[in-house]
């Protein structure tokens, strides 16, 4: 079955360091991958996703950016955090356009 | 700008009563999705409508696809303390998948 794993779950920075989140997909090949931030009780806001290796999509011009080194691996980075990249960071994959899964999200707090 | 428009924002309720949740856009789309949400954990799919005009039905959840595919809604009959949660729509094109803002549901006991 398959399985998608987001670390960490919470994460305290100070502004202007460095963000690296990941996320991994076990039990499917070539998945689309996606990277979403989340306000309190509110929709989520596409930032990147990814239809292969090295293959990125930037959807909002922002602070971050996001690679994919490997077919089942996502990751979310930043080299200077702002106090307005705070928020719930969710991971997802899915197959051709298919139902997506969910990690259980990177709760990151930027003091 | 929310590519996908949910209304209402926030919804409360008492347990029996029916509530619909809706989804609108002015782009069309190949699948539109509901998903579930509860705190800190992520959305739960629901169910995804493909066809214009389609209607599924889960027990007590009815969803509907609108004919030119482009909005969507979900009404809930006799709401329990359970239905409390963030309802999403996302729409599907070229891969991308894009959510609305959200209602937040609440059932009162």
């Known amino acids: 079955s398959q399985t998608i794993h987001q670390w960490p779950a919470t994460l305290v920075q100070p502004v202007g360091s460095p963000l690296s989140l990941e996320c991994t997909v076990e039990?499917?090949?070539?998945?689309?991958l996606y990277w979403y931030r989340q306000a309190a009780g509110r929709g989520l806001q596409l930032l990147f996703y990814?239809?292969?290796?090295?293959?990125i999509s930037s959807e909002v011009p922002q602070n971050l950016s996001a690679s994919r080194p490997q077919d089942r691996q996502f990751i979310l980075s930043s080299k200077k955090l702002l106090l307005s990249d705070s928020g719930f960071y969710l991971c997802?994959?899915?197959?051709?356009?298919?139902?997506?899964?969910f990690g259980q999200g990177t709760r990151l707090t930027v003091v | 700008t929310q590519l996908l428009e949910q209304s209402p924002q926030f919804l409360s309720i008492q347990e029996g009563e029916n509530l619909t949740v809706y989804c609108n856009s002015s782009?069309?789309?190949?699948?539109l999705q509901w998903y579930r949400q509860e705190p800190g954990e992520g959305p739960v799919l629901l169910v995804t409508?493909?066809?214009?005009?389609e209607v599924k039905k889960l027990k007590r959840l009815t969803f509907q696809f609108g004919d030119a595919r482009k909005d969507s809604s979900l009404h809930i009959t006799a709401a329990q303390p359970g239905d409390t949660g963030l309802y999403l729509c996302?729409?599907?094109?070229?891969?991308?998948?894009?959510f609305g803002a959200g209602t937040t549901v609440t059932v009162r006991a």
């Open positions: 997802a994959w899915n197959s051709r356009a298919t139902e997506a899964f």
């Open positions: 039990g499917t090949s070539n998945p689309n």
């Open positions: 990814s239809v292969g290796i090295g293959q």
């Open positions: 782009s069309v789309f190949s699948s």
């Open positions: 409508v493909v066809t214009g005009g």
């Open positions: 996302a729409g599907s094109n070229d891969y991308k998948l894009s």
